[in-house]
């Protein structure tokens, strides 16, 4: 693919993230656009693609197969319910198509390492949408604790809640296998997590968790608490809940200095940031639209995006782990 053109998206599930987020960040994207749309209902999903200015000359489809045959399509994003994830991302790499996945990768470890074996085995460029891994705010604090200026990590903890309107009605309570808070917060709480201390402090060896789904009775993670321990002693604690608001937070204690984000786990690139006592400033950008122009120049480039299948193998595997542990055997199986 040539450098500077504008590389085809072609988005499968029309959804809530896709019409508030993705496509109008395709819309913004230098370089990249939302070419075609493939959805349940045609008529909606052509409603959608008009709303969003879809560029193919056909731009609705309701059949995979004929979705993926259009020789203009150089990329697709894939936001359907978790479980649906690996059987779209997989048929697209089998068509030769570059395949990026809303987070998390799937809803299971063996839809995880399929989707990872498949990227492996193409070698076309594939991962996983983590937005916060594009607000500016949050990559300059994670460059500055790279950079030393917290000294060693010791501990780190992000807190991302939401009370959710839907209760029981919504629809990772009533999907089997779907994680609920640890899906929606939990996997974004983790991947800042490991983004920030895997190259300090190695690989996460221990994993705890406490899980409650009784406060509205869906046996599901309506809160959840993971614990981390890292190759270097150091720890971390990500807590994710659909049961109440509270101040989204990030902080990393390090043996110099303290890293924290107040009210940057948003989708609009703001925040406060304060780095050893010390304001950070930063440009406020969509996250999205930035994440969407890396994920066409991944794709003009024919290399991985910054959360490869293999990292995101390894986020969906914790929250296995979490589960497994501050759930017992059959939340385990769920998740594995």
Known sequence: MEN????????????????????????????????????????RTSAFARKHHARSPQPAFDNLKRFLEDPALDAVLVATPDHLH?????????????VFIEKPISSNVADAWLLADAAESTGLPAGVCYHLRFHEGLRRMVDLIHDGEVGTPLHMQV?????????????????????????????????????????????????????????????????????LQFASGATAELVSSVLFESEPLVEVVGDRGTAVAHNALNPSGTGLIEVGGRSVEFSVVDPFRAEMEDLARCTRERRAPQVNCIEALRNIQILGEILASGRGSTTSKEAS
Not at 86 to 91: N, Q, R, S, V
Not at 202 to 222: I, Q
């Open 4 to 43: 500077g053109r504008t590389v085809n998206f072609g988005l499968i599930g029309p959804g809530k993230i896709a019409d508030q987020r993705l496509a109008p960040a395709l819309l913004n994207a230098r370089q990249a656009c939302l070419w075609s749309v493939l959805g349940r209902d045609l008529e």
């Open 86 to 98: 690996a059987e779209f991302a997989a048929a697209a790499l089998q068509n030769g198509r570059a």
């Open 159 to 227: 807190r991302w809640t939401y009370n959710s309107p839907n209760g029981k009605s919504h629809w990772r309570a009533a999907s089997p296998g779907c994680l609920w808070s640890l899906g929606a917060f939990g996997t974004h709480a983790l991947d800042l997590i490991r983004w920030t201390l895997v190259p300090m402090c190695g690989e996460v060896a221990l994993v705890r968790g406490l899980v409650s789904g009784g406060v509205w009775g869906t046996g599901k993670d309506e809160t959840a608490i993971g614990l």
